[in-house]
T-cell receptor, first 114, second 112 residues
């Protein structure tokens, strides 16, 4: 079946530190991959996406590369800010012929200290 | 600002009572979804609708029902609430089923 596994949180970093949040997936076919971010008290917002192998999604200094050989989509940022404190969700989209719905990881809480 | 509106923002409900969570989108998206978010479990799909007039069951549909009478509205009903339905509920929409989803701000529901 299809599933997404993220590293457990919470992750606590100092401002300007390097961030990696690991995400691996299991899927049949060729899913699209997403990272969503949830700030306190809000809904999820799309952060970045990649639709095929070796694609790199990027937004607001965050990057993730679709690695088919390792079935991974790790989220990275070179220098985090306090404002990046949030919960990050990795997700995959099943192909349309499998219903096309998103499957989410359990979320990783990031806390950035000044 | 275009987007998804959920109501109410929060609610405390006695067990056994019924409740309808409202969701309206103004983006003319074809697909809509209801999720529940529980600590350590991420988001789990309750029900979805790929287009107006159709609905389908997600991972955790028991105890919930939905309808999709038009493109914009996708209400979620709890016919007889139980404490295990205490959760934060998110409505989402997308242009088509495998496209990025847009989320509302959620409804925090407590069943006592």
């Amino acid at each position: 079946g299809n599933s997404v596994t993220q590293m457990e949180g919470p992750v606590t970093l100092s401002e300007e530190a390097f961030l990696t949040i690991n995400c691996t997936y299991t899927a049949t076919g060729y899913p699209s991959l997403f990272w969503y971010v949830q700030y306190p008290g809000e809904g999820l917002q799309l952060l970045l996406k990649a639709t095929k192998a070796d694609d790199k999604g990027s937004n607001k200094g965050f990057e993730a590369t679709y690695r088919k050989e390792t079935t991974s989509f790790h989220l990275e940022k070179g220098s985090v800010q306090v404002s990046d404190s949030a919960v990050y969700f990795c997700a995959l989209s099943r192909p349309s012929n499998q219903g096309g719905k998103l499957i989410f990881g359990q979320g990783t809480e990031l806390s950035v200290k000044p | 600002t275009a987007g998804i509106t959920q109501a109410p923002t929060s609610q405390i409900l006695a067990a056994g009572r019924s409740m309808t969570l409202r969701c309206t989108q103004d983006m003319r998206h074809n697909a809509m979804y209801w999720y529940r978010q529980d600590l350590g479990l991420g988001l789990r799909l309750i029900h979805y609708s790929n287009t107006a007039g159709t609905t389908g069951k997600g991972e955790v549909p028991d105890g919930y029902s939905v309808s999709r009478a038009n493109t914009d509205d996708f209400p979620l009903t709890l016919a007889s609430a139980v404490p295990s339905q205490t959760s934060v509920y998110f409505c989402a929409s997308s242009d088509s089923p495998n496209q990025p989803q847009h989320f509302g701000d959620g409804t925090r529901l407590s069943i006592l």
